[in-house]
């Protein structure tokens, strides 16, 4: 989840007359048939915010937002983790009884659309999707503020299906640091390391997408299993505190851990970074054309954010962010460690999409990208999903052998 900050104001008239957004690319044939007949898993996506209105049907194809159900097939979207997420600023019993309602909302919508998604808990279960010709839906919390300081909580999310838990949000929470908010532990509080021990015998992935760096080595050297960071992009591309460094992308891979690449802008180019810190106005203006488009209706401003910047990024009010970027950042990542550690996490319906990304029908211009840059097809499998896959198998056996 990035809630986007702002741009700048312009005109529906010069919208109207611009060119169409991005162009659909064209996608070789056999990247359609990679992408087909790969299991392609995308590890973070902030849907689950819309699954909580009643009056949202995923089944049905909508003109807003990135996902729902016909534009993951028509993507070839094989496993999706939906984030369960509220605010790190709400805590206690409050932010577990949210939390619950978001992960009944990701079971109901499986529930209600039985031919066509699955509620998976292991790597297993993806495949049986895949071979049934269903979505795998996965769960993953975002931000140990939710689990409420109690380990009952944490086994009760594992016990719902809950597969993932990033350590934190945007805030500290009481036993780990952020790395968007001043550090007050120094990284993992001993309870925060009970945490990452117990997340390792229920067979919950330890991601580290928004921890602080110390957060991140401490949680290395403490999980017995593989971690990942769910959706992150790469620092030495784009200075986002959020981003892995060169050296915790290598230290991850180590350990066999996956970064999975974050699409959203201000994770992928320094130069709309920059623009954003130099022209804090631009928030404003994008704030005001997302009320003007949306009035009061909350629904509509969950999504219409995203649009509007791409919109003035169209219109020349903000500099352009291209799709190609993703591939770069997944690219840096894999020449320095392979492509044994890098995946897919857009963070769809939950950031700012570059162009030519505005949903997931686009995902496989990647696969097509990959392979024009003389990727092996075993390699671009790997990144698609195969190293996420690895990533539960290994997490699973370590919780297996805990549980003995
Ligand atoms: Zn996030």
């Not at 999706?80 to 109901?108: H, L, M, N």
Request: a negative charge; aromatic letters at 4%.
């Amino acid at each position: 989840m990035h809630r986007p900050p702002g741009s700048l104001f312009v005109s529906l008239l010069l919208l109207l007359i611009m060119p169409s957004l991005a162009a659909t690319q064209s996608i070789s044939d056999q990247a359609k048939r990679l992408q087909s007949t790969s299991i392609v898993i995308d590890t973070h996506d902030d849907t689950t915010q819309r699954l909580l209105d009643p009056g949202f049907d995923l089944s049905v194809r909508h003109n807003d937002g990135n996902i729902d159900i016909p534009r993951m097939k028509e993507g070839g979207l094989s496993a999706i983790f939906f984030s369960i997420w509220i605010s790190s600023k709400i805590t206690g019993p409050d932010a577990v009884k949210q939390a619950i309602d978001q992960i009944d909302a990701v079971r109901e919508t499986v529930r209600k659309n039985p031919d066509q998604l699955l509620l998976a808990t292991s790597a297993a279960d993806i495949r049986e999707a895949k071979k049934q010709h269903k979505i795998a839906v996965l769960m993953g919390v975002e931000g140990g503020h939710m689990m409420g300081n109690d380990l009952s909580v944490l086994r009760t999310f594992a016990a719902l299906g809950v597969r993932y838990m990033t350590l934190t949000h945007m805030d500290n929470n009481e036993w780990a640091d952020s790395s968007t908010d001043k550090p007050a532990h120094n990284g993992l509080t001993d309870f925060g390391k009970d945490v990452i021990r117990e997340m390792n015998r229920l067979g919950i992935i330890v991601d580290v997408a928004h921890v602080s760096d110390k957060t991140f080595y401490d949680a290395l050297e403490t999980s017995k299993a593989p971690i990942f960071s769910s959706h992150s992009s790469c620092r030495a591309l784009c200075q986002a505190p959020r981003n892995m460094t060169d050296d915790m992308i290598r230290d991850l891979a180590k350990h066999g851990g996956v970064i999975q690449i974050n699409y959203h802008v201000g994770f992928l180019s320094q130069e709309f970074r920059d623009y954003e810190k130099a022209h804090p106005e631009a928030e404003k203006e994008i704030n005001e054309e997302v009320k003007k488009r949306c009035g009061d209706n909350e629904a509509c401003k969950l999504t219409t954010g995203d649009q509007v910047v791409r919109d003035f990024m169209q219109a020349g009010k903000l500099p352009k962010v291209d799709w190609t970027v993703i591939v770069d950042h997944i690219d840096h990542a894999v020449k320095i460690v392979g492509a044994d550690h890098v995946g897919l996490g857009s963070d769809f319906d939950g950031a700012v999409m570059p162009l030519g990304m505005q949903d997931v029908t686009h995902i496989p211009q990647i696969t097509d990208a990959l392979l024009k840059k003389g990727y092996s097809e075993s390699d671009i499998r790997k990144i698609l999903g195969e190293n996420t896959l690895r990533v539960l198998t290994e997490v699973e056996q370590v919780s297996h052998n805990r549980n003995k």
